[in-house]
């Protein structure tokens, strides 16, 4: 046991007291203990794990500071990394707290009133153990067991947190019935079981289910033989090997580290999302290697029944061959829940046949029946004869064996464009679309069908919207209109997950809007730290009062923008909207914006070139998100430093990206006169023209991406030698071909040179005078990741100071500046 912090002779003289406890340091005898108030540990033998008394406290944030303690299990580097957690139920409420190993083998968890907060049910009433003991393994495995025996009488791993750690088999035990599933913490400091667990679900073929509550977010698919079908990304790599294991006795999936010395673990996080870290010691960070939930078509079912997610495609659902959306209304805005139906419904007896779907995720599969000794063939023949087969697949792409066969419903489909698997689908046999044949053939029939398909549904429309009207027209009272609306307001509301607030419990949260709760204020309004009754912060928005948008209008949009989730995107929570206040609700981000890290002397020393890499990648990829994965192909043009948030560990994500769409209306891509951004950031079409795109916005990244180099602002920049901005200077010295001194002299990592000056080669690449010169979003996501070969940047845009904008514009709230034509409304920052 590892003794406190005393000196040696003190632990010596009160040596007699602690006789109890001063055995191996890795296990717990009976009436052995360890207690809070003598900061007593457990350290496995190898050193890897402790256990103990802990409070949690994420890094930055210490408003919510308590007192409560738990029992955990955490790596031995930093106490913050705790894997494993008993009393999440029952914290203590003092340092009173004493562990210890009873005589029938339950080891138990005692405050001061000596009352059982926490036990481990290992005791075994016909059969009490002999010898138990309580020992801490060197995989983070706390076991419970007779001293001679590996056969556990109880185990951590059997009671799984938020963590699954290597070795671990995360599922089902057939025979026992015991299930293993994970558990998400309420916060980053509340330990307490949270709303999302992660689970194997052996319904049918077996899969892993990410649910928030009830509802299902995340699917795994089926285990192929190699990977999960939906987890392309997981394949073999240097850090760990993988394994399904799926027999009569049990279901697991584990996974071990193939080298010791690099520490990696799977972590559901509060939100929902399943994340592998690894921890980079020279960093001291747990970088982020892998996301089970890559974008927004792995949200669960989002296409609807029938429905096919492809990322690359806006918007991003499509329906599977063969089949039609149930809605065009609801399909065209946005609402893909009611998914697709069959062009042709006679699909049993004659003329039917399967349609190969390529390089998907396998629908889902709790609904199947499989059968590992089947062909391909006797697959197909045995789905034909049932009718209630909707498809079949192989089991292991490996080898081509093995049968799937689906029944109801195909639900959550994706596609890729690597490393996905085809299945067949049962259809008329006038939808099946032959690939092979005369290619011209093929495409007058198909033709022929899409007009058909097109006039049928024009039609229907035509019908549906005649009778519609008719139905809205007819002499019912005003009454039931109104009722009508109201739930279908509430059902919809329901279904979007996007709660509205009463304005009374928000300016309770923020204290009336009080000065002291102020975090910044921008260009669309004021922002607020709020607190709700239960605890939850937040950040509240209040906009200024000129939206011209009407109340429906707003609210589909902030709806519409709702939806929208990216890792690298400020989440919203929800909104309100009374008489003349809208009020958005966004997640609260404890370590602020971006601006405060990298402009600030103390601050930007933490922030090294493996964090400011991974927030610019992170930036990157949340701005691709808005320009090309998401639905609604998001401008976002105030893009800058404080509009870039940092959570608890540092990511980044991207704030006040729907602001453009919600306060310009109709607005949103071509000219405008209202030119809304900050100087600094603005490319020169858009400060000067008015002319925005998404390039304009890439110009601003390329800004953005320089600064977080040199720590220094582009407006404002000075240098002794010459007049030019910080884009200037990093050309100047570009040119000059020593790009590395744009470097901030706080990170003096000469490792690293060659990443950052690609990173500068990106960056001026995006701020070129002329838009079509730089490179999109995807490109520049692509150069940062990849050593594919850079161009030769051009003169950047806007690289010496202007001097009608010089004067700062740091404390007055908009700036105006006119020249003779146009008004550049300067927004300052936060
Ligand atoms: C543990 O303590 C109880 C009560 O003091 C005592 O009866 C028992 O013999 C002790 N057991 C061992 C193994 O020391
Ligand atoms: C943590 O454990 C590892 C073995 O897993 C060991 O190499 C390392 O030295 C330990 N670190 C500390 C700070 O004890
Ligand atoms: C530690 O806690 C135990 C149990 O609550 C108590 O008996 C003991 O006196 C405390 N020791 C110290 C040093 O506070
Ligand atoms: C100890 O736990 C018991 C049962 O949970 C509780 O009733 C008692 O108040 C606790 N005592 C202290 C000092 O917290
Ligand atoms: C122990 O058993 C009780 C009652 O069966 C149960 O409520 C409790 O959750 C169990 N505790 C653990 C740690 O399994
Ligand atoms: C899949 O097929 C390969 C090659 O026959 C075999 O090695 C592997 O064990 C199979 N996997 C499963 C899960 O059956
Ligand atoms: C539907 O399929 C059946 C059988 O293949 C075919 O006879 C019928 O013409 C099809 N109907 C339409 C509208 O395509
Ligand atoms: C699986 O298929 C084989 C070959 O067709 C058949 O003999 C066997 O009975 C099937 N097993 C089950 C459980 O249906």
């Known amino acids: ?90 914290p203590l409420t003092d340092s009173s707290g004493v562990l210890q190993l009873a005589a029938d083998g339950s080891l138990r968890l005692l405050n001061s009133s000596n009352a059982v907060v926490w036990s481990t049910n290992s005791t075994k009433a016909a059969n009490p153990p002999r010898n138990p003991l309580a020992k801490l393994l060197d995989s983070g495995n706390l076991v419970v067991g007779e001293s001679n025996s590996d056969d556990y009488l109880w185990q951590s791993f059997d009671y799984l947190s938020d963590t699954i750690l290597p070795g671990l088999e995360f599922g089902h035990n057939r025979e026992t019935g015991r299930d293993r599933y994970l558990t998400s913490w309420k916060s980053p400091d509340d330990p307490s079981p949270g709303d999302c667990t992660t689970r194997l679900d052996p319904d049918g073929y077996p899969q892993i289910f990410i649910r928030k509550g009830e509802n299902i977010v995340f699917r795994s698919g089926p285990w192929n033989g190699l990977r999960f079908s939906g987890m392309p990304n997981l394949k073999p790599n240097p850090i760990y090997t993988y394994e399904f294991v799926y027999n009569s006795k049990q279901i697991y999936y584990r996974y071990d580290l193939t080298d010791k010395s690099v520490i990696s673990r799977l972590v559901l996080d509060n939100q929902g999302i399943l994340q592998r870290f690894t921890w980079t010691t020279s960093t001291r960070t747990w970088n982020l290697y892998l996301t089970a939930q890559m974008d927004n078509c792995d949200r669960y079912g989002l296409c609807g029944p029938y429905g096919s997610c492809n990322i690359n495609n806006s918007p991003p659902c499509g329906c599977l061959i063969g089949f039609e959306p149930r809605s065009r209304q609801d399909w065209d805005s946005g609402d893909w829940s009611g998914g697709c139906v069959r062009r042709n419904d006679s699909v049993c007896g004659v003329g039917e046949g399967f349609q190969r779907i390529v390089s998907v995720k396998l629908p889902d599969t709790s609904k199947s029946s499989f059968n590992a000794s089947m062909d391909l063939g006797e697959c197909e023949a045995t789905c034909s004869k049932d009718c209630s087969c909707t498809a079949y697949s192989t089991l292991n792409i490996t080898d081509g064996s093995g049968c799937l066969l689906w029944f109801g419903d195909l639900v959550d489909v994706r596609e890729y464009t690597e490393n996905g698997q085809d299945f067949f689908i049962r259809l008329a046999a006038s939808d099946l679309v032959s690939v ?79 000065e002291s709760r102020k975090l910044g204020e921008g260009g669309f309004g004021s922002v607020y730290k709020g607190v709700f009754k239960d605890g939850q912060e937040v950040a509240v928005k209040r ?119 919600i306060f310009g209306g109709n607005e949103t891509q071509g000219n405008t006169k209202r030119v809304v951004g900050t100087y600094g950031y603005m490319s020169p079409e858009y400060a000067i023209d008015g002319l925005f795109s998404i390039k304009s916005d890439v110009f601003s990244f390329g800004v953005l991406v320089l600064e977080i180099i040199s720590g220094k602002r582009n407006r404002g920049f000075y240098h002794e030698d010459h007049k030019h901005n910080l884009l200037g200077h990093a050309w100047r010295l570009y040119r000059e071909g020593k790009p590395e001194e744009v470097m901030d002299e706080t990170m003096n990592d000469s490792q690293v040179l060659s990443e950052v000056v690609r990173c500068i080669h990106v960056a001026l690449l995006c701020v070129q005078q002329a838009p079509e010169d730089r490179p999109k979003m995807s490109n520049v996501v692509l150069m940062l990741s990849s050593d594919i070969l850079l161009a030769e940047p051009t003169e950047p845009g806007f690289f010496t100071e202007r001097k009608v904008f010089d004067q700062e514009s740091s404390s007055s709230k908009v700036d105006t500046c006119s020249t003779n034509e146009i008004t550049i409304t300067l927004l300052t920052a936060r």
């Open 1 to 90: 046991m590892k003794g406190s912090n005393f000196p040696l002779f003190l632990v010596a003289l009160l040596l007699p007291f602690f006789a109890l406890s001063t055995l191996a340091a890795d296990t717990i005898a009976v009436n052995q203990s360890i207690a809070d108030n003598q900061s007593q540990t457990l350290v496995s033998s190898g050193g890897s794990f402790e256990l103990g008394f802990f409070t949690p406290s994420s890094s930055s944030s210490s408003s919510s500071s308590s007192n409560l303690r738990y029992i955990g299990i955490w790596y031995n580097f930093s106490k913050q990394s705790v894997v494993w957690v008993a009393n999440r139920d029952s």
């Open 436 to 514: 092979g044949g005369s290619k011209r053939k093929t495409r007058l029939w198909i033709i022929a069908v899409c007009l058909l398909a097109v006039g049928i549904a024009a039609l229907g429309f035509f019908l549906i919207f005649r009778f519609r009207r008719k139905r809205l027209r007819r002499p019912a009272s005003i009454m039931m209109t109104q009722e009508r609306d109201q739930t279908v307001d509430e059902s919809r509301e329901h279904e979007l997950e996007l709660p509205l607030f009463d304005f009374s419990t928000i300016t309770k949260a923020t204290d009336l809007f009080s």
């Open 543 to 661: 906009l200024s009062k000129d939206s011209t948008q009407g109340l429906d209008e707003f609210k589909n949009e902030v709806i519409t923008i709702a939806k929208l989730q990216h890792r690298n995107l400020v989440k919203l929570l929800g909104c309100c909207i009374e008489k003349e206040e809208k009020v958005l609700v966004y997640e609260y981000m404890p370590n602020k914006s971006l601006d405060a890290f990298i402009f600030d002397p103390k601050q930007r020393k933490l922030l090294d070139w493996p964090m400011r890499f991974h927030i610019i990648n992170g930036i990157a990829r949340g701005l691709l998100y808005l320009h090309q994965d998401s639905r609604l192909r998001i401008i976002h043009r105030d893009l800058k430093a404080s509009n870039v948030l940092l959570d608890y560990d540092m990511n980044p994500k991207i704030s006040d990206f729907g602001m453009a769409r």
